[in-house]
């Protein structure tokens, strides 16, 4: 008696997890029996954040399956299995865990080869980006989009949440002269989409290479709603590259990413706050969080701050600087905070414009 009411007491204990309120379009497919991908050979193209409800990998996943094969993965900025830095070439390679090759779509290739689709049926991406036009990966995913079309395959997007939400448009829209990889498409900044609707868009516009146009397929979410950020979907975030470690990331990076490109003022890379911060050695914290606190931005407070960098820019140096705490989410206007920064940095030293010192980064900037 006593040892089956241990027993029930531990299985009573045991923690229970909850179900997210969305379901990715990974599940959905799952649910659905993979029946758009029954028979085919199979190409996928992800990243440690194609994963399922229990971070289990979309690579897995598949290569699992018996209705279908997988044949090949394609690796975007720091790899399928994120094993590579930012901005470092990926290498082709086998896959250790699956045997599958892997091609690189961040190095010497950025969009996937002719030869290497001539056994595939059908392409498969599986990402989660930021919401943010200087993320790489839907410049990885428009170009499989042209690959695909050129060989006339099928694209298959499993759709993922717009961590900013689907409500939120920030920023400029690139003026001709300055597309690049980190700004390919006439979009804002901020656009405010989920990646299958940015596919939806880039395909219907013609505003791929050409205007070429894919046979497009979007596996969408169950339960996604415009006004969700990130943390209302109930789904485990993955660090979708090393300096976004949690969904919250994703905000600081819209804030202060584009100053950070200047590499003359710290945003919190190379610390232990990435994309949180603003700083640098001639910066009195004191007076600065003063004058950014001044301005009365809606959503956002500016905490004095003292920081030396572990590593990257601005390395063993004492850095004044002011921590961004976001203190509403919805609220706070993200890409007007690092040039009100420039604005309170030139009312307080005018004498360190960022400007003249950082010219070779301004394509970037």
Avoid at 268 to 295: E, H
């Amino acid at each position: 008696m006593m040892k089956k009411l241990f027993f029930a007491l531990v299985i009573f204990a045991l923690p229970v997890i909850a179900q997210p309120k969305v379901q990715t379009g990974l599940e959905v497919l799952k649910a659905r029996g993979f029946d758009i991908l029954k028979g085919k050979r199979v190409g996928l193209v992800t990243n440690p954040t194609g994963v399922d409800s229990h971070l289990k990998s979309t690579i897995d996943v598949f290569f699992e399956q018996k209705s279908f094969q997988l044949k090949a993965l394609f690796g975007p900025e720091h790899g399928v299995r994120g094993d590579v830095n930012a901005g470092d070439a990926v290498d082709d390679y086998i896959d250790s865990t699956t045997g599958i090759p892997v091609y690189s779509l961040y190095g010497k290739n950025y969009k996937p080869k002719q030869e290497w689709l001539k056994d595939l049926d059908i392409l498969v991406y599986d990402i989660q980006d930021i919401g943010c036009r200087s993320y790489t990966y839907i410049s990885t995913m428009s170009r499989v989009m042209e690959a695909a079309s050129e060989r006339g395959i099928p694209v298959v997007i499993l759709d993922r949440p717009n961590p900013l939400g689907g409500e939120r448009v920030e920023g400029n829209i690139v003026e001709q002269g300055f597309f690049s990889g980190v700004s390919q498409f006439p979009i804002p900044y901020v656009y405010g989409l989920t990646c299958g609707e940015l596919a939806t868009y880039l395909n219907k516009e013609k505003i791929l290479k050409k205007g070429v146009q894919c046979e497009l397929i979007v596996v969408p979410m169950d339960g996604w709603k415009r006004d969700m950020i990130f943390q209302e979907t109930g789904l485990p975030w993955v660090l979708s590259s090393p300096h976004v470690p949690n969904a919250e990331t994703a905000f600081y990076y819209v804030a202060t990413g584009i100053l950070g490109e200047l590499e003359y003022i710290s945003e919190g890379v190379g610390y232990t706050m990435p994309f949180q911060l603003f700083g640098a050695p001639w910066i009195n914290s004191k007076k600065m969080a003063d004058k950014m606190n001044s301005y009365n931005i809606p959503g956002v407070i500016f905490r004095p701050l003292t920081l030396k960098p572990y590593y990257g820019f601005q390395k063993d140096k004492n850095l004044g600087a002011v921590q961004i705490h976001i203190m509403d989410f919805k609220t706070v206007p993200l890409m007007k905070l690092q040039f009100l920064f420039l604005q309170a940095n030139n009312e307080l030293y005018p004498e360190h414009n960022p400007f003249p010192e950082s010219q070779k980064r301004w394509n970037m900037f």
